[in-house]
């Protein structure tokens, strides 16, 4: 039940669309370009709210531009025009410019309200793509998480607890079919420790139940609290 808990929060978790158009050669090859983008698209992977499209994707919506390419944008209006085409939330460019042995990236981070630019070599890549995220960082905090993750333990302990609560009921059941109760031979002791016996195998099976249910509220409640944000 852990496991599926889990992947339903992780299934209901929001996260930012990136879109990562193909990088632009400038003196290298396409496929040094192609390299450096693959960095940058691992890189944006790894960091946490992403969600990065894949590059045919990314290359079938292209489809619809001029030459499979997005022209320059100068405006912002311009800029959320093409995120709204390309279906993202922020859009990841590069010209990846060579010199020599040595290859530097132009980076370009582009959302409907605001661009960053930043220029670095390919040593520099995991670091540039971090400056490009500094003003990304503390403009609007994350959703607090605490909650949810209240929840769905308490989903896990209450799921236990039924557990253990239904073993000790089945365990009662298969005392009592066996014949093997434990209770003093005859008189009215024996139907007296029989009774309590069927009696709490009983209240266990019902308790076991309740938790069971209690469980399966706690992880849709955790699940709702993972993806609304709370004031």
Same mark, same amino acid.
């Given at each position: &039940? *852990?496991? #599926?808990? &889990? @992947?339903?929060? #992780?299934?209901?978790?929001?996260?930012?669309?990136?879109?990562?158009?193909?990088?632009?050669?400038?003196? *290298? @090859?396409?496929?040094?370009?192609?390299?450096?983008?693959?960095?940058?698209?691992?890189?944006?992977?790894?960091?946490?709210?992403?969600?990065?499209?894949? +590059?045919?994707? *990314?290359?079938?919506?292209?489809?619809?531009?001029?030459?499979?390419?997005?022209?320059?944008?100068?405006?912002?209006?311009?800029?959320?025009?093409?995120?709204?085409?390309?279906?993202?939330?922020?859009?990841? $460019?590069?010209?990846?410019?060579?010199?020599?042995?040595?290859?530097?990236?132009? #980076?370009?981070? @582009? /959302?409907?309200?605001?661009?960053?630019?930043?220029?670095?070599? %390919?040593?520099?890549?995991?670091?540039?793509?971090?400056?490009?995220?500094?003003?990304?960082? /503390?403009?609007?905090?994350?959703?607090?998480?605490?909650?949810?993750?209240?929840?769905?333990?308490?989903?896990?302990? $209450?799921?236990?607890?039924? #557990?253990?609560?239904?073993?000790? @009921?089945?365990?009662? %059941?298969?005392?009592?079919?066996?014949?093997?109760?434990?209770?003093?031979?005859?008189? *009215?002791?024996? +139907?007296?420790?029989?009774?309590?016996?069927?009696?709490?195998?009983?209240?266990?099976?019902?308790?076991?139940?309740?938790?069971?249910?209690?469980?399966?509220?706690?992880?849709?409640?955790?699940?709702?609290?993972?993806?609304? %944000?709370?004031?």
């Amino acid at each position: &039940m *852990t496991t #599926l808990l &889990m @992947s339903l929060l #992780l299934t209901a978790s929001p996260c930012t669309r990136v879109v990562v158009t193909p990088f632009e050669p400038l003196a *290298t @090859s396409p496929a040094a370009a192609r390299a450096i983008e693959q960095q940058v698209r691992e890189g944006l992977a790894l960091r946490p709210g992403l969600c990065v499209e894949e +590059r045919k994707v *990314t290359i079938e919506k292209l489809a619809k531009f001029e030459r499979h390419r997005l022209p320059p944008c100068g405006e912002l209006a311009c800029v959320a025009a093409q995120l709204e085409a390309l279906e993202g939330d922020e859009l990841i $460019s590069g010209v990846v410019v060579g010199a020599g042995a040595r290859m530097n990236v132009d #980076l370009l981070r @582009s /959302t409907a309200a605001r661009t960053a630019r930043t220029t670095a070599s %390919e040593a520099e890549l995991a670091a540039a793509v971090g400056v490009l995220y500094q003003w990304g960082s /503390t403009e609007r905090a994350g959703p607090r998480r605490w909650p949810a993750l209240v929840a769905a333990s308490a989903a896990v302990a $209450s799921a236990g607890a039924g #557990l253990a609560l239904g073993l000790e @009921s089945r365990r009662h %059941e298969q005392v009592l079919s066996s014949g093997m109760t434990g209770c003093p031979a005859g008189g *009215t002791r024996f +139907r007296d420790c029989v009774d309590g016996q069927v009696k709490t195998g009983r209240d266990e099976a019902t308790a076991a139940n309740v938790l069971f249910g209690v469980a399966g509220a706690l992880a849709i409640g955790a699940v709702v609290l993972w993806v609304v %944000e709370l004031p």
